[in-house]
């Protein structure tokens, strides 16, 4: 049985105000960059960029994205140095100030360079640091530190995520509508439709022999995902391959993965959302997560919602002429930045 378990999507290597603020930065290419830190869900101290438009700021304040990342270690870019560096986030945030809409991105609290404050951690402290709450709940303290800023217009602000930070994105937007803090606007991109057990099973199925090997493989893994949901933990038993992808220092987020339904955080949610996801992502696929998020919020008695999908590119929005192609490298691809400025110039007037 053939099986490439690092292909999966996801990685499990994994009421605040803002602490300090860095120097600015400014930037020919139009902006200003600032260098902010600020208590996510625990205490723990998030650091984070807010990258302003350049020239005068609007009497009620710039239009603003919060940018989160996708799963494991990944940082404020949208990157897990040194080997894969993709520059998502970057790209989106640097566009959008060029088009006169401010972006906070921040790395998250499993990004490398919080190595030192967690590694020494036992499985069990790193199963609680790792929370799914707490991912959650940075989120949510980051977009509070982002509109409560003089430059951002706190009607014209909402949430962009990548992947798990679609789910992110949508479930935090919930926590923070509950709290009255409004959230203008939702985009999600190449975010999963189906519970992630779910997903991950569909990827691990393209990797496995189409044998009884293989079957027996899936259906292991299918108990332990059942397992996690249930009791928050696996079997004892285990085979080698799937101990990888059940650490015990991430019991908490794998059992929120295979429990939060993205299409009921998705009819929940009332304002407009932005749908767009890459023709030929392997990872979250158009054909089945792109349709059933797009219909889901299509169902809703209120909110907008558009949806596309970019030709020819990756889960990473880079571009790419096959489906098996990494799609990791390169620019990102315009149209997808476009979607996404013309998407926010419209839905936070």
């Keep these: ?22 120097v600015r930065g400014d930037d020919a290419k139009g902006f200003v ?19 302003l438009p350049r020239g005068d700021v609007p009497q009620k304040g710039f239009a603003a994205l919060l940018l989160l990342p996708g799963s494991g270690p990944t940082d404020r870019d949208g990157n897990q140095p040194p080997f894969l560096v993709t ?18 991105r921040f790395d998250k609290r499993a990004a490398h360079v919080y190595m030192a404050e967690w590694a020494e951690k036992d499985a069990e402290a790193l199963n609680a640091f790792f929370a799914w709450d707490h991912f959650v709940g940075d989120a949510a303290a980051a977009y509070r530190v982002m509109v409560e800023r003089d430059e951002v217009d706190g009607a014209r602000a909402g949430i962009l995520g990548h992947s798990e930070g679609g789910l992110i994105a949508l479930c ?32 691990l199925a393209r990797q496995v022999s189409r044998d009884a090997e293989g079957e027996a493989f899936l259906e292991e893994f299918v108990r332990a995902a059942e397992a996690v ?18 650490p015990p220092s991430a019991m908490d987020v794998l059992r929120a993965y295979f429990t939060v339904d993205p299409l009921a955080q998705a009819r929940a949610y009332p304002g407009p959302v932005l749908v767009i996801n890459g023709e030929m992502d392997v990872q979250v696929l158009a054909e089945k997560d792109f349709v059933l998020l797009r219909d889901a919020l299509a169902e809703r008695g209120e909110g907008s919602v558009e949806a596309v999908v970019v030709e020819r590119a990756s889960h990473n929005f880079k571009r790419v ?29």
């Design 229 to 246: 949901r249930e009791t928050g933990k696996p079997p004892e038993e285990l085979s080698a391959h799937l101990r990888m992808l059940f």
């Design 33 to 51: 960059e600032e260098e902010i830190r600020f208590a996510g869900a625990d205490g723990f101290e998030l650091r984070g960029a807010l990258l």
């Design 87 to 104: 520059n998502l986030l970057k790209a989106t945030a640097e566009r959008l100030a060029e088009s006169g809409i401010a972006t906070l």
């Design 1 to 22: 049985m053939m099986l490439r378990v690092r292909g999966v999507l996801v990685c499990v290597c994994v009421a605040v105000g803002v602490l300090c603020h860095g």
């Design 172 to 203: 935090s937007a919930r926590v923070l509508c509950a709290e009255g803090v409004d959230v203008a606007g939702l985009v999600l991109a190449g975010t999963a439709g189906r519970r992630l057990d779910v997903v991950m099973r569909d990827q």
């Design 321 to 349: 002429e096959r489906m098996e192609d990494a799609g990791m490298f390169g620019p990102v691809v315009e149209e997808f930045l476009d979607a996404v400025v013309g998407w926010a110039e419209g839905a936070l007037r």
